[in-house]
C-alpha cells in the first residue's frame, strides 16, 4: 500500500513565523501535491511538483512555498504565518503513469496560526 | 472555470436505506472523476476514478457511474460503517489536477 507520512498531526505557530510541513512517500512517485482543506470550501490546490526540484503554482500559491529536493519527499513552507493560514494541510502523491492515476493522501496537519 | 459540485451536502440515513449522492461538473475536457471516502481525521481514500459517459464501477456497497455532465455514488443498504464524507473531484484537461467539490457528509444510523 502507498504510505504518505505528514511530520505533525497538529502544530500550533504564531503569526509572523516561517512554518515548515514535511510531507514523505514511499511509492517512489513522481507526482506530489500540497492542498488546504477548508469547511465548506473542499480542498484546494496550493503548490504541486511533478518531478525533484520542479514546482507549478497552484490554484492558492499566494503566501505559501514548496521545496522538492528529493524525490520521496515535499515541504510547504509559510514564509511569514498569518491567521488566515490556518486550515487543514493535506499532502498528496501519485505515480506519472497517465492523468487518471488516482493520488493518494496523508492524514494531514491540523496547523493553527494564533 | 472548472467546477466539481456536489449534492446534498449532508445527508442522514437509516441503516439499510439506499440513496444517491450527486457530482456535478463543469470541468472542461474531463479527463477522470474522482470519488473518494474521507473519514474524520484522515486523508482522503481513493475508490473509483471513471473515465467516459456510461461506466460503472463497484465496490461493496457502492456504485459509481457518469454522464457527459455528472456523476452519482449510489449506496445499497447502507451501514453504520459508511458514514463518512465522499468527496468526488475532476481531472483537468491539462496536467494532473484535481478540482474537488466541497464533499458530502453521509451519516447512517442504526
Redesign the interface.
Known amino acids: 500500500d502507498v504510505k ?1 507520512t505528514q511530520s505533525s498531526r497538529y502544530l500550533v505557530k504564531r503569526t509572523g513565523e516561517k512554518v515548515f510541513l514535511e510531507c514523505v512517500q514511499d511509492m517512489d512517485h513522481e ?1 506530489m501535491f500540497w ?1 488546504r482543506q477548508d469547511p ?6 496550493i503548490y ?1 511538483s ?1 518531478d525533484v526540484k520542479m514546482k507549478e503554482k ?1 490554484d492558492i500559491p499566494e503566501g505559501y512555498s514548496v521545496s522538492r529536493e528529493k524525490k520521496e519527499r515535499f515541504s510547504l513552507i509559510l514564509e511569514s504565518a498569518s491567521t488566515n493560514q490556518t486550515s487543514m494541510y ?1 499532502c ?1 502523491s ?1 505515480s506519472a503513469g497517465g ?10 496537519t491540523r496547523l493553527s496560526i494564533l | 472555470e472548472d467546477q ?1 459540485t456536489q449534492s446534498p451536502e449532508a445527508l442522514r440515513l437509516q441503516e439499510g436505506e439506499s440513496s444517491s449522492l450527486n457530482c456535478s461538473y463543469t470541468v472542461s475536457g474531463l ?2 472523476l ?1 470519488w ?1 471516502r474521507q473519514d474524520p ?6 475508490l473509483f ?1 471513471l ?1 467516459s459517459a456510461g461506466e460503472e464501477k463497484e465496490k461493496e456497497r457502492l456504485k459509481a457511474t457518469l454522464t457527459k455532465k455528472e456523476s452519482f455514488l449510489h449506496i445499497t443498504a447502507p451501514k453504520p460503517e459508511d458514514s463518512a464524507t465522499y ?1 468526488c ?1 475532476g ?1 483537468m484537461e491539462y ?4 478540482v ?4 458530502t457528509i453521509l451519516r447512517v444510523k442504526s
Open positions: 504518505v507526482n492542498y465548506g470550501l473542499g480542498l484546494r490546490l504541486f511533478y497552484g493535506l498528496a501519485s492523468p487518471n492515476q488516482p493520488q493518494h493522501f496523508g492524514d494531514g | 466539481v479527463r477522470g474522482f473518494y481525521g484522515k486523508g482522503p481514500e481513493f476514478t473515465y468527496l473531484a481531472n496536467g494532473n489536477k484535481l474537488f467539490g466541497a464533499g
